[in-house]
């Protein structure tokens, strides 16, 4: 009787292990969705003052491709161009990427949108315009 005690003690202790275990297994990752190709491009044009932070807003629809083309600038100048997030607390563009520019036809800003949602591209003064300067920023995005 005692052996079977045990053998029903160890049998629970074995399962109650086993569940355990069960329970504390990594669980599968989801599925990671594939970026799409971008195909949305918009458009934005501004003047830029000494001194200034513009940002644009706009709408990510998919996970996909983000680029960003500081197209035109004139007079010609170096500037901040930045992608981020918009924050409605302080009216500001958080950058979540950005670098000092020219304007040319080239890709400035180039990567992946991860979730869909509001972005904001912003063109500010590096401190050293010495007057306005009026830009086209083209953004590809799906």
């Given at each position: 009787?005692?052996?079977?005690m045990?053998?029903?003690?160890?049998?629970?202790?074995?399962?109650?292990?086993?569940?355990?275990?069960?329970?504390?297994a990594?669980?599968?990752?989801?599925?990671?969705?594939?970026?799409?190709?971008?195909?949305?491009t918009?458009t934005?044009?501004?003047?830029?003052t000494?001194?200034?932070?513009?940002?644009?807003?706009?709408?990510?629809?998919?996970?996909?491709?983000?680029?960003?083309?500081?197209?035109?600038?004139?007079?010609?100048?170096?500037?901040?161009?930045?992608?981020?997030?918009?924050?409605?607390a302080?009216?500001v563009?958080?950058?979540?990427?950005?670098?000092?520019?020219v304007?040319?036809?080239?890709?400035?800003?180039?990567?992946?949108?991860?979730i869909?949602?509001?972005?904001?591209?912003?063109?500010?003064?590096v401190?050293n315009?010495?007057?306005?300067?009026?830009?086209?920023?083209?953004?590809?995005?799906?």
């Open positions: 009787m005692i052996n079977v045990k053998q029903t003690v160890a049998f629970g202790f074995a399962l109650a292990l086993a569940a355990i275990a069960v329970a504390c990594d669980p599968v990752a989801p599925t990671l969705p594939n970026p799409v190709t971008p195909t949305i918009e934005f044009i501004g003047t830029l000494i001194g200034g932070n513009n940002l644009h807003q706009f709408h990510v629809n998919q996970i996909g491709g983000l680029k960003v083309t500081l197209n035109n600038m004139q007079p010609s100048a170096a500037v901040q161009l930045s992608v981020g997030t918009p924050s409605t302080t009216g563009c958080s950058p979540l990427s950005g670098l000092t520019v304007a040319g036809p080239d890709v400035q800003i180039s990567g992946v949108a991860t869909p949602g509001n972005f904001c591209v912003s063109v500010s003064d401190g315009l010495v007057e306005s300067v009026n830009y086209t920023i083209s953004v590809l995005h799906s």
